[in-house]
C-alpha cells in the first residue's frame, strides 16, 4: 500500500468520525407555541395573554397579571409528513413547558417579573448537518429540537397601558473530534491492526440571546397589543482533526488533517405582531397579524474547510491528496410573510368557584419557500392548523392558593397542501401531510 492510498484511507475514517460526531436534536416555541391556553386558541393571545405565555406572545402583559402564577405542562407532537409518497424520518417531540408570572408594585406602579421554558425530553439540544441535495423539512427538522428560555420584565405606567422587555434564549451544541496516534502501513508484512490510535470528542452548550419587546392597551372590551422579536440564528460548528504518524516501518512521516464544518442550525426571523381582542363579558374574540422577515434566512446546507499537511524527512517528496473546492450554499431567496390567525374562547360560569373556558383557532400560513427547482430541496408547503381546547379552573382555595388553580388542554392539528414541483432535470417533487399536536397545562395562583 503506498503512502498516498494510507492517506487517503485516513482521510475517509476522518470523515466518517466527523459525521457521527455532528449527529445528534427539541423544540422551540416558535414552532409550535407555547401554553395549553394558547394553542388553543391558534396562538392568537398577544393582546389577551393570561397565563405564563405571554413570556412569549407579549411581554408586557405580565404587568395586568395581580397573582403570583406557577405553572407546569407537557406537550408531544407527531409528524406525518410525506415526500414523493415516502414518509418523513421526523420524531416525534415531547417536552416539558414551566413558567412563572410573579407581579407586585413600586413606588405605587405595578411591575411584574416572568419567566418560561421549554425543555425537550431526552436531550438539551440536537444538531445535525445536511447537504446541498439532501431532502430537508426545514420548518420541523431542527427547529422542533431546542431548548427554549425566556425571561422578562413589564411595567404599567399608567392604568390599562403597559411596556415589556426581555431576552429569549436558544441553546445547541458546538463540539470537535480529534484522532491521534501512530498509524502502520500495511508493508513489509506489518498490518493496520497494528495501529495505536485514541480519539476524544469535546462538546459544549452554548446559547443565543435575542431581545424582545412590547407593549399592551386595554380599553374596557377592546385590548391591543404589539410586541416585537428580534432575529435569532444558531450556528453548528464542528471542527475535527488528524494528528498522527505514519509508520511506513523504514521511514515515519507526521501527517495532519483539519476540517471544519459550519452551518446555520436554526433561523428565527424577526417578527412584528399586532393583535386586537374583543372582550364582551364572557366571550373573548382576538385576532393576530405577524409579520415574519423570512427574506433574511440563511441556508442550513453546511459547508466545509480542510487543510492537510505532512511533515516528511529531508529529501523524501510526497504527494498530498488536493482539499476539495467547496462552494457557498446557495442564497435559498426566502419571501417575507404576514400570517393571520384567529381565536375564541367562551367561559361557561357553573357557580361562583367553577368555571370552564371552551376555546378553537385557526391560523393560514403560507409557505415563504420559493419553488426548488435547483441542487436544494427545502421541504415545505402552505399549511392550514386548526385548534380547540378547554380548561377548568376552581377559585379561592384558600389559605394557600386565594387565586385558586387552572387546568388546560389543548389539540392542534395541522394540514399541509400538497405541493408538486419540478427541478430543471426534469425530476418530480410533490409534498404534503399533516400533523398533530396535544398539550396540558396546570396553574397555581397564589
Request: glycine letters at 8%; a negative charge.
Amino acid at each position: 500500500m503506498t503512502r498516498r492510498r494510507e492517506l487517503h484511507r485516513l482521510r475517509a475514517a476522518l470523515g466518517l468520525a466527523l459525521c457521527w460526531a455532528t449527529q445528534a436534536g427539541a423544540t422551540p416555541v416558535d414552532a409550535l407555541g407555547l401554553g395549553a391556553r394558547s394553542k388553543a386558541m391558534a396562538g392568537a393571545t398577544a393582546a389577551a395573554a393570561e397565563d405564563y405565555s405571554a413570556n412569549y406572545y407579549n411581554p408586557s402583559q405580565l404587568a395586568m397579571f395581580e397573582r403570583l402564577e406557577l405553572s407546569m405542562g407537557y406537550t408531544h407532537a407527531g409528524f406525518h409528513l410525506e415526500s414523493n409518497s415516502e414518509p418523513s424520518a421526523l420524531d416525534s417531540v415531547d417536552a416539558w413547558m414551566f413558567g412563572v408570572v410573579a407581579p407586585g408594585s413600586i413606588a405605587g406602579i405595578p411591575v411584574a417579573f416572568g419567566m418560561a421554558a421549554q425543555l425537550p425530553v431526552g436531550y438539551l439540544s440536537r444538531s445535525e448537518t445536511i447537504r446541498e441535495s439532501d431532502l430537508y423539512w426545514v420548518f420541523y427538522a431542527a427547529r422542533m429540537q431546542l431548548l427554549y428560555t425566556s425571561v422578562n420584565l413589564a411595567v404599567m405606567p399608567v392604568d390599562g397601558w403597559s411596556i415589556g422587555v426581555g431576552t429569549a434564549s436558544l441553546a445547541t451544541t458546538r463540539g470537535g473530534f480529534q484522532v491521534r496516534g501512530t498509524t502502520v502501513a500495511a508493508e513489509f508484512g506489518r498490518s493496520e491492526y497494528e495501529s495505536d490510535l485514541e480519539h476524544q470528542i469535546d462538546a459544549k452548550l452554548v446559547s443565543t440571546r435575542y431581545p424582545q419587546v412590547s407593549t399592551s392597551l386595554a380599553l374596557d372590551s377592546l385590548k391591543f397589543g404589539l410586541s416585537y422579536r428580534e432575529e435569532a440564528k444558531l450556528d453548528t460548528v464542528v471542527a475535527a482533526r488528524l494528528d498522527t504518524v505514519i509508520d511506513g516501518t523504514v521511514l515515519e512521516i507526521p501527517v495532519r488533517y483539519d476540517v471544519l464544518v459550519r452551518s446555520v442550525k436554526m433561523f428565527i426571523p424577526r417578527q412584528l405582531n399586532l393583535a386586537a381582542a374583543w372582550t364582551p363579558q364572557r366571550f373573548r374574540l382576538e385576532l393576530d397579524l405577524t409579520w415574519y422577515d423570512w427574506s433574511s434566512y440563511q441556508s442550513p446546507v453546511s459547508s466545509t474547510t480542510t487543510e492537510f499537511d505532512a511533515d516528511p524527512p529531508e529529501g523524501v517528496i510526497i504527494n498530498l491528496p488536493e482539499a476539495p473546492t467547496v462552494p457557498p450554499p446557495e442564497d435559498p431567496r426566502f419571501r417575507d410573510r404576514v400570517v393571520p390567525r384567529i381565536g375564541a374562547e367562551y367561559t361557561l360560569s357553573l357557580d361562583a368557584r367553577f368555571e370552564l373556558p371552551l376555546r378553537a383557532g385557526y391560523v393560514y400560513e403560507a409557505t415563504p419557500v420559493p419553488p426548488q427547482t435547483g441542487d436544494t430541496s427545502f421541504l415545505d408547503s402552505t399549511r392550514h392548523v386548526l385548534s380547540a381546547g378547554a380548561g377548568m379552573k376552581v377559585k379561592g382555595l384558600d389559605p394557600v392558593l386565594q387565586g385558586g388553580l387552572r387546568l388546560d388542554l389543548a389539540f392542534q392539528w395541522g394540514l399541509l397542501e400538497e405541493r408538486e414541483q419540478v427541478k430543471v432535470n426534469g425530476d418530480r417533487m410533490a409534498t404534503g401531510g399533516s400533523f398533530w399536536v396535544a398539550s396540558a397545562d396546570t396553574s397555581l395562583e397564589f
